[in-house]
C-alpha cells in the first residue's frame, strides 16, 4: 500500500529484537530514510514494505510498527481500499473465481 511507514526507537528496538539483531543493526539494515525532522521511515512512498513477504503477508506482524498497527484497511467504508488490497493480494485466477456467480440450485 502507499504511503511512508515511520518508525520510532520502541519500534525499532522492538523490530530489532524480533529478528535478533541489535539496535544498531537494525538501523544499518532497515532504515531507508531519515527526514529532515529526523523521522526514520522503513518504507518511503509507493515502494513495497521490505518487511512484506512472497505471500504478501507482513514478517514481522507480531512486532510492525505502530504506524502499521494503526492502520486497519479492511475496517475502511470506502471499498475502494478493501479492493485495492484485494488485487494486489490475490492472484487473478483466484479474483475471477471468487468473482464467478454461483451456479443456479435447483
Known amino acids: 500500500m502507499a504511503g511512508y511507514v515511520a518508525v520510532s526507537q520502541t519500534d525499532i528496538r522492538r523490530l530489532a529484537k524480533h529478528l535478533g539483531l541489535t ?3 537494525f538501523e544499518k539494515r532497515h532504515i531507508l530514510k531519515v527526514t529532515r525532522k529526523g523521522e526514520k521511515l522503513i518504507k518511503p512512498g509507493y515502494e513495497t514494505c521490505q518487511f512484506l513477504g512472497e505471500d504478501h503477508r507482513c514478517n514481522v506482524y507480531e512486532a510492525r510498527p505502530k504506524d502499521c498497527r494503526g492502520y486497519y484497511c ?3 467504508k ?3 481500499v478493501y479492493d485495492y488490497a484485494r488485487f494486489v493480494q490475490h492472484s487473478v485466477e483466484r479474483q475471477r473465481a471468487d468473482d464467478r ?3 443456479p440450485t435447483r
Request: aromatic fraction near 8%.
Open 101 to 103: 456467480p454461483d451456479p
Open 78 to 80: 470506502d471499498p475502494t
Open 74 to 76: 479492511w475496517e475502511a
Open 23 to 25: 539496535v544498531r543493526q
